[in-house]
């Protein structure tokens, strides 16, 4: 057998999907203009998949914050934070993110991914019962295997399957963490924060909550959905991701003081060289804007209002909750992928979104709104999906 020979379903499937027309795996973007535009080919697109969901990516001040660490501190640190010590930018990033969601300690880490893997993973040692949503990230399933937990799946937002399973554990649920996200990447619904942090007060458990996707967009200044539902004392951790909201790359988690023991016994965290100088110094720039210009998150609130709104009049099948991620749901791969195409070639891209990747089997065109998106470019999308219709 060979070393590739277990991949070939996999691979004969994405041939499918390869022999004419534009490969909607590793989409080449050949130019990127703003945060809303750029080119494929020869075609100028509106970019609506790129979770950029404040628009931050062009952000001057951001730009220069980042081209000055360059020029200061060089490109990277070239080793772990362990090995070869924290630049004083990382100690900064980190008392800054604590002091944003009032907690005593914040961690960075390289990667959304990492922090997930980093926490989740030390955490979730062998004899350890995790109870995690059945729809959540690749890396919570990932960082759960990797720590040797027991893992207890529980319906997508179900909190009352959530119960069920925490009663049938008895004692052991005082013991037990408790993981969801806050707006789910694919559909854009939300947990149910409120009734989980009730289970939580009257059961035991440890919350964890990956604000990836609502941080920057929802609660009052922007931490997410635990503010937002006024539930953030009942949540012992809060990850989240620099790659959405704060339109660069790497990952972080708040907590108690007594989170900081991570740092010393999370192999991620350990042995993952930390993030550039540049990345540091552009998420600071941006955790300030998010800090001192909610208007961004009204005017991206507005965008998905007004893009949901739409699709809807159109007759689209659409997720059931108005988020920044609007999801289309098509209903076949070989649809999905036509109408992706046409959608380019109308100049808009969103994301094609295909099992398993997709919840339940289904196949999505998953279009996701900023807050530099002008009402017209809106429209434009709009208008392209009306054309598919016709």
């Not at 001040?61 to 000055?68: E, K, R, S, T, V």
């Not at 699709?311 to 909750?321: C, E, F, I, N």
Request: hydrophobic letters at 40%.
């Amino acid at each position: 057998m060979g070393l590739y020979d277990k991949f070939s379903r996999l691979a004969n499937e994405r041939k499918q999907f390869q022999t004419s027309g534009l490969n909607p795996f590793g989409t080449c973007i050949d130019e990127v203009y703003s945060a809303t535009e750029g080119r494929i080919g020869n075609q100028k697109i509106v970019l609506a998949g790129t979770n950029n969901y404040l628009g931050l990516t062009f952000n001057a001040q951001a730009i220069a914050d980042g081209q000055a660490a360059i020029a200061t501190y060089g490109t990277g640190t070239t080793g772990s934070r362990m090995a070869n010590g924290s630049y004083g930018a990382h100690l900064a990033l980190e008392q800054e993110l604590a002091t944003f969601f009032d907690r005593p300690s914040a961690i960075v880490f390289s990667t959304g991914y990492t922090a997930n893997l980093g926490v989740i993973s030390t955490l979730a040692a062998p004899g350890t019962i995790v109870l995690i949503d059945e729809d959540s990230h690749a890396s919570i399933y990932d960082a759960c295997a990797l720590g040797g937990a027991q893992i207890i799946r529980f319906r997508h937002n179900n909190a009352q399957d959530l119960e069920r399973r925490m009663l049938r554990l008895g004692e052991s649920a005082r013991e037990a963490i408790i993981i969801v996200e806050g707006i789910y990447s694919m559909l854009g619904d939300v947990a149910p924060l409120v009734e989980i942090a009730d289970i939580k007060r009257r059961l035991g458990g440890y919350l964890l909550v990956d604000e990836a996707h609502s941080f920057g967009v929802m609660g009052a200044t922007g931490r997410g959905l635990a503010e937002e539902l006024g539930v953030e004392q009942d949540v012992d951790i809060i990850l989240g991701t620099f790659s959405k909201s704060l339109a660069a790359i790497g990952g972080f988690a708040v907590g108690g003081e007594a989170m900081d023991v991570l740092r010393y016994s999370s192999r991620p965290y350990i042995f993952t060289a930390s993030p550039s100088p540049s990345s540091i110094a552009s998420v600071r720039s941006s955790l300030k804007t998010i800090a001192t210009q909610p208007n961004l998150r009204k005017k991206l609130w507005n965008n998905a209002h007004r893009l949901y709104q739409g699709l809807a009049t159109l007759g689209y099948q659409l997720g059931k909750r108005i988020s920044p991620v609007v999801p289309v749901i098509i209903g076949s791969k070989e649809e999905g992928l036509r109408l992706w195409r046409e959608l380019i070639a109308r100049g808009v891209y969103v994301n094609l979104v295909l099992p398993p990747a997709a919840p339940s089997g289904i196949t999505l065109l998953r279009c996701s709104v900023n807050a530099a998106h002008s009402e017209e470019q809106i429209d434009t999308i709009i208008q392209a999906f009306a054309a598919l219709k016709n």
